[in-house]
């Protein structure tokens, strides 16, 4: 199983930026995705979650009418929509695909907000 996220970098306060994480070796479409962050000397915190057919969501008040998570079962894809970036939101990102049997975790990608 892969999960590789993409779309990470540098923004001003008040950008946005859009992360993608592409799964591979596993049925997409069995699997609750989500995407969770850590910043430096903190724990890794939950962020955004999305059922298996992409009908809820749930997300974490930190993020809450900011970010929008999305999924394309047809393309393996899920996606973070980040709007109105904040310095506090400097992390790196997580995908996670979730189920009853087994999460997975990809690498991170990097997302830093300049003030």
């Known amino acids: 199983v892969q999960l590789q996220a993409s779309g990470g970098g540098l923004v001003q306060a008040g950008g946005s930026l859009r992360l993608s994480c592409a799964a591979s070796g596993l049925t997409f479409s069995n699997y609750a995705m989500g995407w969770s962050r850590q910043a430096p000397g903190r724990d890794r915190e939950f962020i955004a979650g999305?059922?298996?057919?992409?009908?809820?969501?749930n997300y974490a008040d930190a993020v809450k009418g900011r970010f929008t998570i999305s999924r394309d079962n047809a393309k393996n894809l899920v996606y973070l929509q980040m709007n109105s970036l904040k310095p506090e939101d400097t992390a790196a990102y997580y995908c996670h695909a979730d189920s009853d049997w087994a999460d997975y975790w990809g690498e991170g990608t990097q997302v830093t907000v300049s003030s």
């Open positions: 999305i059922i298996k057919g992409g009908g809820s969501t």
